[in-house]
Nanobody, 123 residues
């Protein structure tokens, strides 16, 4: 069965950095676009970033553009989210998701989701 397992979350001070990882199993990783989403308490889930199957195309939410970088390693079946210059408003549970499309974005219907990892940014 398909599993997406996020890791790398934690508590960090504002201005700090974290790198999230999402390890995929049970699917042909290179055949899926990958995305990162987040959900803060009391708010709807929102798109953060996505990357195409090959890694050649990426999309970012305006709120994270220039601070976050999504990347993938198809040999390791893993997608990453490097988060720099973190702000308290980045506090949320971060989820990775997989989509069969060549290029998936904010409004794609992702097929699989991970359980999430908590990121807390203190001021």
């Amino acid at each position: 069965q398909v599993q997406l397992v996020e890791s790398g979350g934690g508590l960090v001070q504002a201005g700090g950095s974290l790198r999230l990882s999402c390890a995929a199993s049970g699917l042909t990783f290179s055949s899926y676009s990958m995305g990162w989403f987040r959900q803060a308490p009391g708010k709807e889930r929102e798109f953060v970033a996505s990357i195409s199957r090959s890694g050649g195309t990426t999309y970012y939410a305006d709120s994270v553009k220039g601070r976050f970088t999504i990347s993938r390693d198809n040999a390791k079946n893993t997608v990453y989210l490097q988060m720099n210059s973190l702000k308290p408003e980045d506090t949320a549970v971060y989820y990775c998701a997989a989509d069969r499309a060549v290029v998936a974005g904010q409004f794609s219907a992702y097929d699989y989701w991970g359980q999430g990892t908590q990121v807390t940014v203190s001021s």
